[in-house]
Structure formats: C-alpha cells, structure tokens
C-alpha cells in the first residue's frame, strides 16, 4: 500500500518518504487516505468509476472551477491555499492517473486545521454554512456553465429519478421489494411531486447557475479555529443547475436531527430552526442574489430533493448496492426511511418553510 501510494504521489510530482497513511470514511463513493510525506500532508484518493464513468471529465471540471475559484478568492483578500482546494497535475496536465489496475487517482493538499461534521448542532455554524453555499454559487455565477462536463447525467433530474426509480422496483433485482413495501408506496404516491423543479426548467421560469449539487454539511471544512466554514469540498458533482437544489440537498441533511442513516427513527426529525438558520446564511447573505422565482423554488428544493434522495438510497436497496457504500445489508433501506420521515415532516409544515424563505429575501 505505501509502496503503491509513493508512486501515486510521483505520477502528480511528489517525491520523497511516506511517513504516515490514514484512511477517512466520511463519504459514500470515493476511497480516501491523507498520506504525510516529508512533512506534508496530501489527499490521495480513486475515483469512483462506476458512479463518475468520465473520470477525466470530472477533474477537467474541477481543475478549471478551483482555478476560478482561487483567483476569487484571492481578489477578495481571502487565503486561497485554505479557502480553495488545491489539485495536482500530472506530468501531461491532468488531474488524475490510471493505474495498470484502471483505478483512477487524484491527489490534492490536505487542509490542515480543519474539520467537517456529521451533525450541525450550532446553529450559528448552520447560518454561516448556508452563506458559505451560498457565496460559492456567487463566486461561480461569471463560470462559463456550458463548458463543464455532465459528470452524472441528470444528476437531479428528479422525474427521470423518479423514473429510474419505478424501473428498479419492477426489476426487484436484490428480490428485496417485499421489505421496502411502505416506502416504495410512499414514493411513488409523490412522483408527481418529483417533478415540480424540473417542469419549471423547462418552461425557462427557473434559470440554471453553476451549482455544487452535492451540499451535505459535511462537504464544507469547518475552521478548527474559528468554527467557521473554511472551504466547499467534493466538487465532483459541479454542473449546471438550481440554487434550489444546493439549497434543498443542504437542508436534507442539516435540518435532520439525526444521522442520514439513523436506525430509530423517533430521533429523526425535520428541525425548522435548523432550517431557519441555514436559509438565514444562504438566502439572507446573498443579498438580493436569486431571483423571485428561485425564491419561490427553494422550500420545494428541499422536499423534493429529499423525496430525490430516498428513492435514491431505496433504488440501490433495490439494486442490490451498487451505488452507495454499505456497512451493513439493510443499510440503504434505513436510509431511505430517514429520508421519507423528513419529507413527510417537510409536506406537513410545508407553509411555514416557504415563509422563511419570503422573511430572508426581504
Ligand atoms: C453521496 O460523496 P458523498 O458522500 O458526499 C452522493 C450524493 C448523496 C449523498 C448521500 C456523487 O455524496 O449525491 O446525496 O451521498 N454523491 C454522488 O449521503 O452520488
Ligand atoms: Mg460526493
């Protein structure tokens, strides 16, 4: 493994003694470890190909962003080499390498003195996430969108989810359909819902902006310091689309009072604070930012993403888990019922989301 690591850092211009190799867990798709080599800490992880099949693409995309992103950052007076991510390139200018094996890999600097969480229980850190999120939609709003691979097709395009998602269920390839009865019921009661956001792409009400796609609270490095988001992570997912959907997957995630794949689900609930100080940070920092009509779209983001997320995990139980990293044979299963809970929670208070959309914009 070190050994191997070593020439991994290589094929990126890194030479020197691996001194240490830590393995992190946090995320569902790609394999990581922080690799110390003469004194300094790098990143070295695969890319996931069977949920990224253009590897190349997805770090063509994140090659270009972070520069865009640094040259913001330091115009501002901000510290790109700990606001920003910072990639390597290979030899031949690229951003990963393929191993004799196939693997994909990519290394970048491993940001010291910093931490991300599971859980957000502060909500101070929770306005200040939501303007973190909602700053990097800004400083992307001049990207050339257009040019950015699609690294997942339809990534949140909901009605072919959903539709994806019926597929799964009448090919019951895991044979595990019996066991998800409710939630299966539960979702495909809502899939006229499912479509709310991209029906509104189509008739152009809805612009598209250069988006993460991909916000889940523990996708910003927080400031051990400072408790303050220090840096947007995972930017393998940053094509066009709505500032609803960064709004919504952020608020799946962070206004659960649990775990996304808490098993007892009387500890899961949609907290409407948690949901007020987010919109706080991403609607009340953007400073007349989004449009009316995205403001009107932002409480349906976070419902419908979440209805997005469920079917989803649910497809992958489904499917036998293939998509999401599992600890354990019902893994997908629970977490989809975290996410119906939410949205359940969400349909009932519904009203009272969209008000703290309209007591931010003003
Ligand atoms: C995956 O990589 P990670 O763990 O940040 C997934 C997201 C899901 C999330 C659910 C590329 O994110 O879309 O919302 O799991 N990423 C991809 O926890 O599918
Ligand atoms: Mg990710």
Redesign the pocket.
């Known amino acids: 493994m070190e050994k191997f690591l070593s020439l991994v850092l290589s094929r990126f211009g890194i030479e020197g003694e691996i001194e240490s190799i830590r393995p992190i867990k946090?995320?569902?798709?790609?394999q990581t470890n922080v690799v110390k080599m003469n004194g300094k800490k790098y990143t070295v992880q695969t890319i996931n190909t069977y949920?990224f099949p253009d590897p190349e693409g997805v770090m063509e995309n994140i090659l270009s962003v972070t520069a865009h992103l640094r040259a913001k950052v330091s115009a501002q007076g901000g510290d790109p080499t700990r606001e920003v991510l910072h990639f390597y390139a290979t030899a031949e200018g690229k951003g990963c390498w393929k191993d004799e094996e196939g693997r994909y890999w990519r290394v970048y600097d491993f940001v010291d003195d910093a931490l991300t969480y599971d859980i957000a229980d502060d909500l101070q850190v929770l306005t200040d996430a939501g303007a973190a999120f909602g700053n990097f939609q800004k400083l992307l709003a001049d990207y050339p969108g257009a040019t950015l691979h699609e690294t997942?097709v339809n990534f949140h395009n909901t009605k072919q989810r959903f539709v994806n998602f019926e597929a799964g269920v009448v090919r019951n390839a895991s044979g595990r359909a019996d066991q998800a009865a409710a939630e299966i019921e539960f979702l495909r009661a809502r899939a006229h819902k499912a479509t709310y956001l991209v029906d509104r792409i189509e008739s152009g009400v809805l612009p598209l902006r250069v988006t993460h796609n991909?916000t889940?609270f523990?996708?910003i490095l927080i400031d051990k310091a400072t408790m303050k988001p220090l840096c947007v992570i995972?930017l393998?997912?940053i094509m066009p689309g709505l500032a609803a959907y960064d709004f919504g997957?952020a608020i799946r995630?962070c206004a659960n009072s649990a775990a996304?794949d808490e098993k007892d689900l009387s500890k899961v609930t949609f907290c409407m604070d948690k949901y007020e100080a987010f919109a706080a940070g991403f609607i009340g920092g953007a400073d007349g930012f989004f449009g009316e009509e995205e403001l009107n779209s932002m409480a349906w983001g976070a419902l419908v993403i979440t209805l997005e997320?469920a079917s989803?995990f649910l497809l992958d139980y489904l499917d036998g888990d293939k998509?999401?990293h599992t600890e354990y044979p019902d893994h997908n299963l629970v977490r989809a019922r975290t996410q119906i809970k939410l949205a359940s929670e969400m349909e009932a208070r519904f009203d009272e989301m969209q008000e703290i959309v309209r007591k931010y914009a003003k």
């Open positions: 946090t995320g569902h798709i790609n949920v997942i991909d889940k523990n996708n995972d393998d997912t997957d995630f996304e997320q989803r998509y999401f």
